[in-house]
């Protein structure tokens, strides 16, 4: 799948297949969350992949925005370094090309984060000098999910050319 068509067609993914991800693609995410791009080339990250069930259950716990974490075949939960203040932007990003890989390759994933995540910085015993930024569920879906059906505003609502107001296209 060229790149524009995974951007195009990825759809978030909150059911998955009792399959486990080959050993190959989950180290393809992961590789590409390591080759993304970083501020300074500071690469203030660090990924822990998840794969045994009784802490993926714990996770889907723990997560509150992703129960579903619960299901999923495995979860990278990614860590960023405090001091860092470009730490969320870049993690933010190896995060999306995580989700693009995966996608690539037929794997379904979705976004959780921001609540619950110091109960899984404990629990993964992760150090004091990280924040755990999200934990990314993968997984394949359970039915097909509408490949390119999105809802998104109009291009011309949301791009401006120039400056704000005038018309991109």
């Known amino acids: 799948m ?12 909150r059911q998955y297949r009792d399959r486990p991800v080959p ?9 590409a969350a390591r080759l993304t791009g970083s501020a ?5 990250w660090h990924f822990i992949v998840v794969r045994e ?24 939960v990614v860590a960023i ?10 993690a933010s990003r190896a995060i999306q090309s995580m989700m693009l890989a ?11 984060g921001f609540t619950g995540m110091n109960e899984v910085k404990a629990l993964l015993g992760v150090p004091a000098s990280l924040d755990v930024a999200a934990v990314v569920p993968f997984g394949y879906p359970t039915r097909a999910v509408g490949r390119g059906r999105k809802q998104r505003k109009p291009l011309r609502e949301i791009a401006h050319r120039e400056r704000y107001g005038q018309p991109f296209a």
Request: hydrophobic share 50%; no cysteine.
């Open 2 to 13: 060229d790149v524009f068509d995974a951007i195009r067609t990825l759809l978030a993914v």
């Open 23 to 31: 050993d190959a693609t989950v180290e393809r995410i992961v590789e």
């Open 40 to 44: 300074m080339n500071a690469q203030p």
């Open 53 to 76: 069930r009784e802490t993926l259950r714990q996770l889907g716990r723990l997560a509150r925005s992703g129960p579903y974490v619960a299901e999923a075949a495995l979860a990278v």
């Open 81 to 90: 370094d405090k001091d860092s203040r470009f730490a969320l932007s870049d």
């Open 102 to 112: 995966a996608w690539a390759d037929g794997v379904g994933s979705n976004w959780v």
